[in-house]
């Protein structure tokens, strides 16, 4: 519980100065947390109900809006731990994306999907709970690993590049008569 009250206090002090949050909190005498949380309240409530397809837009804008302004921060940064992250992101979303493609007529059929959709996005993209790491390296990675990159054993750049050099200049000496 501690943990909980110290977030909505940092969160509370974040949102000082911030002239929509000072108004929210001048007429109504309440803690300018609670704008946020009724807001993402409302939102959650809005992909739950999913009235005229606007539970799509809302859990698509989530899952693509979001991390795309965290992505162009991070082209702006001199790190390089942000854009691993964010790299790490776009390969779950992609994955993901390709998996529900295959199996839309299936989703159509499960009760609140963008629901429930929208709160997985909201974990992988938001980068305090990891969830873009866990995914990738539970699942993704082992699955790359395995079938799609193949590392039974390294590849040496110098190694390619030298039997490359070997091959051509076997070929050029054949092909000029100075074969050794």
């Given at each position: 519980?501690?943990?909980?009250?110290?977030?909505?206090?940092?969160?509370?002090n974040?949102?000082?100065?911030?002239k929509?949050?000072?108004?929210?909190?001048?007429?109504?005498?309440?803690?300018?947390?609670y704008?946020v949380?009724?807001?993402?309240?409302?939102y959650?409530?809005?992909v739950?109900?999913?009235?005229?397809?606007l539970g799509?837009?809302?859990?698509?804008?989530i899952?693509?809006?979001?991390?795309s302004y965290l992505?162009?921060?991070?082209?702006?940064t001199?790190g390089?731990?942000?854009?691993?992250?964010?790299?790490?992101y776009?390969?779950?979303y992609g994955?993901f994306?390709v998996?529900?493609?295959?199996?839309?007529?299936i989703?159509?059929?499960?009760?609140?999907y963008?629901?429930?959709?929208?709160?997985?996005?909201?974990?992988?993209?938001i980068?305090?709970?990891g969830?873009?790491?866990?995914?990738?390296?539970?699942?993704?990675s082992?699955?790359?690993?395995?079938?799609?990159?193949n590392h039974k054993?390294p590849?040496?750049?110098?190694k390619?590049?030298n039997?490359?050099?070997d091959?051509?200049r076997?070929?050029a000496?054949?092909?000029?008569?100075f074969?050794?």
């Amino acid at each position: 519980m501690e943990a909980i009250n110290s977030q909505i206090k940092g969160l509370e002090n974040k949102l000082v100065g911030i002239k929509l949050f000072e108004q929210f909190h001048s007429k109504t005498k309440l803690p300018r947390s609670y704008l946020v949380y009724g807001s993402v309240a409302f939102y959650f409530l809005l992909v739950l109900l999913d009235a005229g397809g606007l539970g799509q837009i809302l859990c698509n804008t989530i899952g693509f809006i979001f991390p795309s302004y965290l992505s162009l921060k991070a082209l702006k940064t001199v790190g390089k731990s942000d854009d691993t992250d964010l790299l790490i992101y776009w390969v779950v979303y992609g994955f993901f994306n390709v998996i529900e493609f295959w199996s839309k007529s299936i989703l159509g059929w499960i009760p609140f999907y963008f629901f429930f959709k929208t709160i997985f996005l909201a974990f992988i993209a938001i980068p305090q709970t990891g969830g873009a790491k866990v995914i990738y390296n539970k699942l993704i990675s082992p699955f790359s690993d395995k079938y799609i990159l193949n590392h039974k054993s390294p590849i040496s750049s110098t190694k390619i590049t030298n039997e490359l050099e070997d091959q051509l200049r076997e070929k050029a000496a054949k092909a000029s008569g100075f074969a050794q």
